[in-house]
């Protein structure tokens, strides 16, 4: 079983009051169930506790302050804008409320939330007074009319300066369980998604082989961000080193025909199909069992096709009443778009990432890439950054799609 948050990226701001010192302990739960956690702090949290205890318990360098060049640049404001999938507030304090439903960004917690666009879960903790007070009040009512913010707690009970009352941060356990209620209510929530990654390999006999140089770093970052927008993801994956996200199904393939086997009992019940894969286009007509002793001259191998498993795949769900979408990649060294667009007609897709493998910093192994969508009217999309920040911006391409019907005929 997979932990509840496993393959998310959860940050965490720390407001300037007293709770901060829980906030120590969310972090460690939230890691239990699963999560990678980044954490930022105000800079009144770090009165109460220090940074250092934060890069210790989450394992990563916190943000602290965006005028530190060195931090801004690694994991600063729109670093962890992007990384993150989820934000907890914990403890949002009455001024941090304020600073949030003001819009203004004065510190490492609040430039960093204004660049997210998720959702962002607000754990409030201050003194009963100050959690009454008419302004705060107002601040939260107006934060939670917006649809990316919601709330957990605050408790009543006995509070740090003596009192009695409303005030408390919830419970660690209650605002856990409100992060895997948000996380898993991503815009994927629920969403079957069907992954092809990494090269096939075709043998020539025992010890010789053909293949290509892909590591399936883009088709594993789709899988990764899908998982963590809340799909139930499959990624059939090749002979790759490369890891698998947590949370993620991962169905070992080698060759061409074994990868179109597995996709084959798989995509009739799925929501989306991404062809990331680069499958060998050609094995041997015959697999020598024992291995092929080398002569002076040359020697000639006769290749065949292998199945194109996207193609054969697309003609399987067209014509059903209710078919996924189909996503391929073209990796391309030349003639981009209109090769692109020519296997968008003929594998009858509704999305193609084309990429350039020939430019630098795209394409084969490489951590980043940079890609043009299309889509049947002409280019959709153009997505340039880590293979993770393009594959979060093909999804959000794909959400509209998804809950419109599907349809290319
Ligand atoms: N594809 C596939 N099975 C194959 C070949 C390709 O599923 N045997 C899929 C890839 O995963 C990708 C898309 O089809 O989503 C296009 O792959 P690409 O290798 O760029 O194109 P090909 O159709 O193989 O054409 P060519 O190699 O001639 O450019």
């Known amino acids: 079983m997979t932990e509840p948050l496993s393959g998310r990226n959860i940050a965490v701001a720390v407001g300037g009051g007293i709770a901060a010192y829980k906030a120590c302990d969310l972090v460690r739960e939230l890691r239990r169930a699963g999560a990678e956690v980044r954490v930022a702090m105000t800079k009144g949290a770090c009165e109460f506790i220090t940074p250092l205890t934060m890069q210790n318990l989450s394992g990563h360098p916190v943000f602290t302050d965006t005028f530190d060049s060195a931090q801004d640049q690694h994991y600063g404001h729109l670093t962890l804008a992007k990384w993150a999938d989820l934000f907890v507030i914990a403890p949002a304090t009455a001024d941090l409320l304020a600073r949030i439903k003001g819009g203004l960004g004065n510190d490492a917690v609040t430039t960093t939330l204004l660049a997210f666009r998720g959702p962002v879960l607000l754990a409030p903790a201050m003194n009963t007074a100050m959690w009454e007070h008419a302004e705060t009040q107002a601040n939260v009512t107006a934060l939670l009319a917006q649809p990316k913010y919601r709330m957990v707690g605050p408790a009543s009970g006995p509070l740090a300066d003596g009192d009695v009352g409303m005030g408390r941060l919830a419970e660690l356990k209650d605002i856990v369980q409100a992060t895997v209620t948000l996380a898993v209510s991503g815009p994927l929530a629920g969403k079957r998604v069907l ?22 770093k883009m088709g594993l970052a789709v899988a990764e961000v899908a998982r963590a927008q809340g799909a ?6 090749g002979p790759v080193e490369t890891p698998a996200p947590k949370g993620v199904e991962v169905v070992r393939v080698t060759t061409a025909d074994e990868m179109l086997a597995a996709v084959m009992s798989r995509v009739e019940s799925v929501d989306v199909f991404v062809a990331a894969a680069a499958v060998s286009d050609w094995k041997a007509e015959q697999v020598s069992a024992v291995k092929e002793k080398k ?90 950054g880590t293979k993770r920040e393009v594959a979060k911006d093909l999804w959000g391409l794909l959400h509209p799609r998804l809950h419109s019907t599907h349809g290319v005929g």
């Open 232 to 237: 139930i993801v499959t990624v059939v994956l």
């Open 195 to 216: 992954i092809t990654a990494g090269p096939t390999r075709e043998a020539l006999d025992p010890v010789r082989f053909i293949s290509n140089p892909s590591t399936g």
């Open 295 to 384: 002569g002076d001259g040359p020697q000639t191998i006769t290749f065949v096709r292998t199945p194109d498993v996207l193609a054969t795949a697309s003609a399987k769900v067209h014509g059903n009443p209710k078919r996924p979408l189909l996503v391929g990649f073209a990796a391309e060294t030349n003639d981009v778009e209109a090769y692109a667009k020519g296997k968008l007609e003929k594998k009858r897709l509704d999305l193609i990432v084309a990429n350039d493998v020939s430019k630098a910093g795209a394409g084969f192994g490489t951590d980043t890439n940079s890609v043009i969508v299309f889509d049947r009217a002409g280019e959709a999309l153009r997505s340039t």
